[in-house]
């Protein structure tokens, strides 16, 4: 059974940072590309970043490109995406993406992020 389970969103200040996690089963993690996505209240939903697997690539939306930084531990079988510089721009619901090979897509629950003062 496939899981994606994110954490670390919450509030953070204008200019201020969250670093987010996505822990992952049910598949081989070390061989499969791993991307974040982020939903803001009333919109489409946007894609961030994403990362190979073995980490050697990792590719940004111009939105966050220079802000956000994204990772994996192949070890711990996680996927992180470090926000700094966050703005009231960067409120959504960021999600955590996979597609398996003959298995199809698979998206985690979301966590919130807020950025306000």
């Known amino acids: 059974q496939v899981q994606l389970v994110e954490s670390g969103g919450g509030l953070a200040q204008p200019g201020g940072s969250l670093r987010l996690s996505c822990a992952a089963s049910?598949?081989?993690?070390?061989?499969?590309?791993l991307s974040w996505a982020r939903q803001a209240p009333g919109k489409g939903l946007e894609w961030v970043s994403g990362i190979n697997n073995d980490g050697s690539v990792t590719v940004y939306a111009d939105s966050v490109k220079g802000r956000f930084t994204i990772s994996r531990d192949n070890a711990k079988n996680t996927v992180y995406l470090q926000m700094n510089s966050l703005n009231a721009e960067d409120t959504a619901v960021y999600y955590c993406h996979v597609v398996l090979h003959r298995r199809g897509g698979y998206w985690g629950q979301g966590t919130q992020v807020t950025v306000s003062s």
């Open positions: 049910g598949f081989t993690f070390s061989s499969y590309y």
